[in-house]
């Protein structure tokens, strides 16, 4: 017979049971929903923020819903030493982490304007920076493991802008660009790196201004007719994660009712 197609050994790697995840953000919200559904799945995870009460409270909830190991961590990501004592730490414990989910981030409705130079370069630091920080502190090991997955939180305030949201989605699109350059520089050592770009949440981020009534009412205008659970986005975290998803790096998916549309 004539030369054809040659099938490839493909080997679909994704989280196990009682691999590790980072998960930053994690003392509520998005975070903790996220937390909470690898625990569900058996897996070990690192929770990352910086309120005590509100870590320590998750990590509860996470040995309580199956989790393999639980470690709650206070940490800055937005400060370097915070966030190498805290890879110290998973690394010490567990090894090389097969998932980081860098969820944490900050927002504000400050015009341009109004917005001093310094509160400009936090929202950078934390939004954009931080990002950069986890992946160099967890990265090295997890390129010597061969292994792993990095999920980003972007927005899609990236895409369409907002009014007295400018700082916000400018650090976002730098989530986007940052998951695309990393995931081409790391996919030579079997690292995938997606985002998401989620809608408006039940979480603390967007009731900041408003109150449960208004933001329920917004999601009469997103055509499928709510506001996202963080359990939503919690699916989409554990599906790029997964096995199911080892064909994908470099991408952005949004997540958001349809509020926005991604080619």
Same mark, same amino acid.
């Given at each position: 017979?004539?030369?054809?197609?040659?099938?490839?050994?493909?080997?679909?790697?994704?989280?196990?049971? +009682?691999?590790?995840?980072?998960?930053?953000?994690?003392?509520?919200?998005?975070?903790?929903?996220?937390?909470?559904?690898?625990?569900?799945?058996?897996?070990?995870?690192?929770?990352?923020?910086?309120?005590?009460?509100?870590?320590?409270?998750?990590?509860? /909830?996470?040995?309580?819903?199956?989790? @393999? +190991?639980?470690?709650?961590?206070?940490?800055?990501?937005?400060?370097?030493? =915070?966030?190498?004592?805290?890879?110290?730490?998973?690394?010490? @414990?567990?090894?090389?982490?097969?998932?980081?989910?860098?969820?944490?981030?900050?927002? =504000?409705?400050?015009?341009?304007?109004?917005?001093?130079?310094?509160?400009?370069?936090?929202?950078?630091?934390?939004?954009?920076?931080?990002?950069?920080?986890? &992946?160099?502190?967890?990265?090295?090991?997890?390129?010597?493991?061969?292994?792993?997955?990095?999920?980003?939180?972007?927005?899609?305030?990236?895409?369409?802008? @907002?009014?007295?949201?400018?700082?916000?989605? %400018?650090?976002?699109?730098?989530? /986007?660009?940052?998951?695309?350059?990393?995931?081409?520089?790391?996919?030579?050592?079997?690292?995938?790196?997606?985002?998401?770009?989620?809608?408006?949440?039940?979480?603390?981020?967007?009731?900041?201004?408003?109150?449960?009534?208004?933001?329920? =009412?917004?999601?009469?205008?997103?055509? /499928?007719?709510?506001?996202?659970?963080?359990?939503?986005?919690?699916?989409?975290?554990?599906?790029?994660?997964?096995?199911?998803? &080892?064909?994908?790096?470099?991408?952005?998916?949004?997540?958001?009712?349809? &509020?926005? %549309?991604?080619?």
């Amino acid at each position: 017979m004539g030369g054809g197609f040659m099938p490839q050994n493909i080997e679909r790697d994704g989280l196990k049971k +009682d691999d590790a995840v980072v998960v930053t953000g994690a003392a509520q919200g998005l975070g903790r929903g996220i937390a909470l559904r690898l625990a569900e799945g058996g897996a070990r995870v690192a929770l990352w923020d910086v309120k005590q009460d509100g870590v320590e409270e998750a990590a509860a /909830l996470c040995r309580e819903a199956g989790a @393999a +190991d639980v470690m709650a961590c206070i940490v800055d990501i937005g400060d370097e030493a =915070s966030v190498r004592a805290g890879a110290h730490a998973v690394l010490e @414990a567990w090894g090389a982490p097969y998932g980081l989910v860098n969820n944490a981030g900050i927002f =504000s409705r400050l015009t341009v304007l109004e917005m001093n130079l310094k509160a400009w370069d936090r929202m950078l630091r934390v939004n954009v920076t931080g990002g950069f920080l986890c &992946a160099k502190a967890l990265g090295p090991a997890m390129i010597k493991a061969g292994r792993g997955a990095i999920v980003n939180f972007a927005s899609g305030r990236a895409l369409s802008g @907002a009014a007295e949201a400018v700082s916000y989605g %400018t650090t976002k699109g730098g989530v /986007l660009a940052f998951t695309k350059g990393l995931a081409m520089e790391w996919a030579p050592y079997g690292i995938r790196v997606n985002a998401i770009m989620p809608g408006v949440a039940e979480t603390a981020m967007p009731l900041e201004g408003t109150n449960l009534e208004e933001l329920y =009412s917004r999601g009469s205008r997103i055509p /499928l007719g709510r506001i996202a659970q963080p359990e939503d986005l919690a699916a989409v975290v554990a599906f790029l994660l997964s096995r199911d998803s &080892a064909y994908m790096t470099g991408q952005a998916l949004g997540v958001n009712g349809g &509020a926005l %549309t991604v080619p």
